[in-house]
């Protein structure tokens, strides 16, 4: 493609910037077969993997808030 094409497409793709996320970063240390699991869940629905993490993060918190007491009996 010619540059004159590139910097029109590029010019229009970026007039409406995706509104930045009042967030923070985390890093993790996953184990391998976790994360390529991960990767593909994730590629399977179209999400990102930071809107699956939230999605996943709040339904464990919620879970944790109604029955404490089954998940950490599930966990051993």
């Known amino acids: 493609m010619p540059y004159k094409m590139l910097s029109m497409m590029k010019k229009m793709w970026n007039t409406m910037p995706r509104p ?27 999400q990102t993997k930071t809107v699956a993490a939230e999605r ?4 464990y ?3 944790m808030k109604q029955n404490p ?7 051993r």
Request: aromatic share 12%; with cysteine.
């Open 20 to 46: 930045k996320k009042d967030g923070r970063y985390l890093n993790l240390y996953l184990d391998r077969t976790l994360h390529e699991e991960f990767e593909q869940f994730c590629e399977s629905l179209g």
């Open 56 to 59: 996943a993060f709040r339904m």
């Open 61 to 63: 918190m919620d879970a």
């Open 69 to 75: 007491e089954q998940i950490m009996r599930e966990r």
